[in-house]
DNA sequence: TTACTAAGACTTTTT
DNA sequence: GTCTTAGTAA
């Protein structure tokens, strides 16, 4: 297995260092790699399966990863850890849930359950809810979980943080006495474990020799710190990342750690794997080109014996509309000579601007999948049926209560719900088990309703889980309560999928190491660690693989269609052919990244991935105005543009020279601020400095220049603020006094020459 | 309690 | 343009 790698790659697979950085561009055989070494690893004796601990950042990578390593190796890789940081520390607490001091049951809260359980907390508490949004609480919250910090311990300034540490620590009573935890409590929680309990972390130190991460550029502080707390002082830590790809700093990923792991360990052992498999030259020449303006990188540069292939096809169109047209066409030939679909990518920056593509797509009956989105356990009717799930394992969870309270509707309305809070706030107890405390009718309902879980409970201790789940969508009501619903189908179709899961999920023989659905005796054989482990109950390990593995992203599989994501969606995915659209000032660098330390950086990065997603053709195209939040507004090409090198690009449409002069605006009368580039760093309404030095346009015997007033029998009067095409097929972009910006087909729009 | 309307937001996102 | 949320009327 080690004779098909090249120099490099074999050098990373065969490390023998305590510690070892895999700068590893795209394209360049990382996963291959990391699952070589793995298996090395095993074959040569070095480790047992059960010695080894590799950890990802999606369940997608982990799933390829264990796939590929059974590819190799003929090994039983059940009880192996393989697993996302989230997989693995649930792993940990589940195993040592009293240490950890957790309920044995605990519930995992995603995002949007934590979200509610803070809009309720601040409900509750009676915080003023406008300065201290939820949202914003949220990120304050989870932000300083990244950081590996607690309320106690957090450093306060002015008495608006003090009262958002307060909150936070609500927050943690709130969580704790409900018996769930959020993602990022998922990592804490098992760092402080760790950290705390000597017998618990010797034990795991001594069981991994050998520690590989993936995306490596991608974790957090927090990560960070498990990681080293596992490795010790003895085993092996094997990192695989790419600075260059590190576009999630937003959501606290600190690129850092990279070279904070290499001063940690001090053993400067960077390999480098530059050799790109993926693309010809004139992709990676101009991802190469592009990235140099960064600084603060560990270097890096890519490479192919592949030949130069195809020039960077660049285009600048007048609209969105425009731009979506020219890529229908565009993808049209390229089927035309024999190109399928899936093998064809359109990259945006933002979600809003997969509408018009779409639109553009649909229009030409091209079929398209679109990636991003809802996935499986998010949608509202599985929510609910978790919901009522959650509350059959466990009472005392109220934010699964309020959500299926009074779904279907039982007469359960606000105010009772108000009365409810109350009473159990005093006495100091759960929703459910207060519902006895409220008087009248309200009260009655919210009792028949507590029985109804009761019941469900009842129930649940004689069937199988599959059962459980159909029975609970039944006697709920939500079966009901989709039969009458005009746009049921969809819904009911899904409720049926959940009980097609439920029965899958009961089949596999251990979850996350722990035995699952049916638990099946005797348990998981020879992972060690099942002498901490007690069996999780079938319905308990269901809900966190709910949780944690919220299902695929993706659009359904199965017909050949164009792929369309955005670029973050795109990462680590790759493409014969692939369209960058919308590649402006003020959309891609995004304007609100301007204002954030290295948010340049970061978008020339994301760009940088983009163009590297692509095999053999690369198209790049930018609108000179585009309809945004109802507005058009319009810009400048980006200025990643400017920074690939001529050589790499052809131009379809001529690039216009300087952009020193252009401004782009939303609204006139106000100065704009400059970057550094002195380019505008926000786009808005006044209409920019025309920048076609046309002449002007003839249609239908009228002339039409840029800075003429036009009147339209609809729109009324305005001026022409710039000109496109020839003939009939001419466009201009119009800024009308009363109706704003409108682009109009001069061929089409009956116009009238003013003053 | 529900259904409708108005107002405001709105970059990227896995677990 | 489209979605979510808050507020109000039936």
Same mark, same amino acid.
């Given at each position: 297995m080690i004779s098909q790698l090249n120099p490099e790659q074999r050098t990373a697979v065969t490390s023998s260092g305590q510690y070892a950085l895999v700068l590893a561009g795209a394209g360049s055989g990382k996963t291959k790699v990391l699952t070589t070494r793995m298996a090395w690893l095993i074959q040569t004796g070095q480790v047992s399966p059960y010695g080894l601990l590799a950890v990802t950042f999606t369940n997608k990578a982990a799933k390829e990863m264990? #796939?590929?390593?059974?590819?190799?190796? &003929?090994?039983?890789?059940?009880?192996?850890?393989?697993?996302?940081?989230?997989?693995?520390?649930?792993? +940990? @607490?589940?195993?040592?849930?009293?240490? #950890?001091?957790? &309920? !044995?049951?605990?519930?995992?809260? /995603?995002?949007?359950?934590?979200?509610?359980? =803070?809009?309720?907390?601040? $409900?509750?508490?009676?915080?003023?809810?406008?300065?201290? &949004?939820? $949202? /914003?609480?949220?990120?304050? =919250?989870? #932000?300083?979980?990244?950081?590996? *910090?607690? &309320?106690?311990?957090? *450093?306060?300034? /002015? #008495?608006?943080?003090? %009262? @958002?540490?307060?909150?936070?620590?609500?927050?943690? *009573?709130?969580?704790?006495? *409900?018996?769930?935890? /959020?993602?990022?409590? @998922? +990592?804490?929680?098992?760092?402080?474990? @760790?950290? %705390?309990?000597?017998?618990?972390?010797?034990?795991?130190?001594? %069981?991994?020799?050998? =520690?590989?991460?993936?995306?490596? !550029?991608?974790?957090?502080?927090l990560q960070y710190k498990w990681l080293c707390l596992l490795a010790g002082s003895g085993a092996s830590l094997f990192a695989v990342g790419d600075d260059d790809q590190s576009i999630y700093a937003f959501r606290g990923a600190n690129v850092g750690n990279m070279a904070a792991s290499e001063r940690d360990y001090a053993k400067g052992n960077i390999i480098r794997l530059e050799q790109n498999y993926r693309s010809y030259g004139n992709i990676l020449n101009a991802a190469n080109a592009l990235i140099e303006h960064n600084s603060e990188r560990l270097g890096k540069n890519l490479w192919t014996d592949r030949g130069e292939g195809e020039p960077l096809r660049i285009i600048e169109q007048a609209t969105d509309q425009l731009e979506s047209q020219w890529l229908v066409e565009e993808i049209k030939a390229l089927i035309n000579e024999g190109g399928s679909r899936s093998d064809i990518a359109v990259l945006y920056r933002s979600n809003a601007q997969s509408r018009t593509i779409e639109h553009a797509l649909f229009s030409a009956r091209i079929p398209y999948k679109v990636y991003g989105g809802l996935r499986f356990f998010e949608r509202q009717e599985i929510k609910h049926v978790l919901a009522y799930l959650r509350l059959v394992s466990n009472l005392g969870d109220d934010t699964s209560f309020m959500r299926v309270v009074n779904f279907p509707t039982r007469g359960i309305g606000a105010r009772t719900l108000e009365n409810l809070t109350d009473a159990s706030r005093e006495i100091g107890c759960s929703l459910a088990y207060g519902v006895g405390a409220v008087p009248g009718k309200g009260g009655t309902n919210l009792a028949q309703f507590v029985q109804l879980v009761k019941d469900m409970g009842s129930v649940a201790e004689t069937v199988s889980l599959p059962e459980l789940v159909q029975h609970v969508i039944e006697v709920s009501g939500l079966k009901q309560h989709y039969e009458q619903e005009r746009e049921g189908a969809e819904r009911l179709e899904n409720l049926n999928e959940l009980v097609n899961a439920a029965t899958v999920f009961s089949l596999e023989e251990n979850y996350e190491g722990m035995p699952a659905g049916k638990a099946v005796e005797p348990p998981v054989q020879a992972d060690p660690d099942i002498m901490f482990q007690e069996a999780m109950s079938p319905l308990a390990a269901f809900l966190s693989h709910a949780s944690l593995e919220a299902g695929d992203n993706q659009a359904k599989s199965g017909e050949d269609a164009i792929q369309l994501m955005t670029i973050h969606a795109a990462k680590g995915l790759e493409f014969k052919a692939v369209f960058i659209t919308g590649v402006e000032e003020g959309l891609f660098p995004h304007e609100n990244s301007l204002a954030a330390d290295g948010g340049l950086e970061e978008e020339r990065r994301l760009m940088y991935v983009a163009i590297t997603r692509a095999k053999e053709r690369l198209y790049i195209s930018l609108a000179q105005s585009r309809m945004l939040h109802g507005q058009t507004r319009y810009s400048i090409r980006s200025r990643f543009l400017d920074e690939i090198p001529e050589a790499c690009i052809k131009w379809l449409t001529p690039k216009v020279a300087a952009y020193s002069q252009a401004s782009s605006s939303w609204s006139s009368g106000k100065s704009y601020p400059r970057d550094p580039y002195g380019r505008p760093e926000t786009g808005s309404i006044a209409p920019r400095a025309p920048r076609t030095t046309s002449s002007g346009v003839q249609v239908g015997g009228q002339q039409f220049r840029i800075g003429q007033g036009v009147r339209h029998g609809k729109f009324g009067d305005g001026t022409i603020i710039n000109l496109s095409g020839q003939g009939n097929d001419a466009q201009a972009q119009i800024i009308f006094q009363n109706a704003g910006a409108k682009t109009l087909a001069l061929g089409i729009a009956r116009l009238e020459i003013i003053a």
């Open positions: 264990l #796939a590929r390593l059974t590819g190799m190796l &003929p090994i039983d890789a059940r009880g192996m850890w393989i697993g996302t940081f989230h997989g693995l520390c649930n792993r +940990l @607490l589940r195993a040592h849930y009293r240490d #950890a001091g957790l &309920p !044995q049951g605990f519930q995992i809260l /995603d995002s949007t359950d934590q979200l509610a359980a =803070i809009k309720r907390l601040i $409900k509750t508490a009676n915080i003023n809810d406008e300065k201290f &949004p939820a $949202k /914003d609480v949220q990120r304050f =919250i989870n #932000a300083a979980k990244e950081k590996g *910090e607690r &309320p106690e311990t957090m *450093e306060v300034w /002015d #008495a608006h943080r003090q %009262r @958002l540490v307060d909150i936070y620590q609500l927050y943690q *009573e709130q969580c704790q006495r *409900e018996g769930v935890v /959020d993602f990022a409590e @998922l +990592l804490l929680r098992a760092y402080e474990l @760790l950290s %705390r309990n000597a017998l618990v972390r010797e034990h795991y130190q001594r %069981r991994f020799k050998h =520690i590989l991460v993936d995306e490596f !550029q991608d974790t957090n502080d």
